[in-house]
Nanobody, 119 residues
């Protein structure tokens, strides 16, 4: 059973930083792509960043490039999202997700962690 557990959300002032963590368990993720998504109130869920677990290739939404960094720790089976220069519009629930490399859709999702950026 795949489990993705996010942590690290919270309240931060504009311009501040947060690091989200996604602890993955239940299988070997070497053939998976790990992604971060977010959903703000009243808005659709949007892609933030993704990382190919084996090759380490990263992908970012254009609006996150330069501010957000996705990374992983193989020993801890954990994926991170470092978020810098946070803006009030970054306020959302952030979700970790996993899919097999090359798959269209993400099959596994975490429960989400709230990030609130105050102005």
């Amino acid at each position: 059973q795949v489990q993705l557990v996010e942590s690290g959300g919270g309240l931060v002032q504009a311009g501040g930083s947060l690091r989200l963590s996604c602890a993955a368990s239940g299988r070997t993720f070497s053939r998976y792509t790990m992604g971060w998504f977010r959903q703000a109130p009243g808005k659709e869920r949007e892609f933030v960043a993704a990382l190919s677990w084996s090759g380490g290739t990263t992908y970012y939404a254009d609006s996150m490039k330069g501010r957000f960094t996705i990374s992983k720790d193989n020993a801890k089976n954990t994926v991170y999202l470092q978020m810098n220069s946070l803006k009030p519009e970054d306020t959302a629930v952030y979700y970790c997700a996993a899919k097999l490399n090359g798959a269209l859709n993400y099959d596994y999702w975490g429960q989400g962690t709230q990030v609130t950026v105050s102005s």
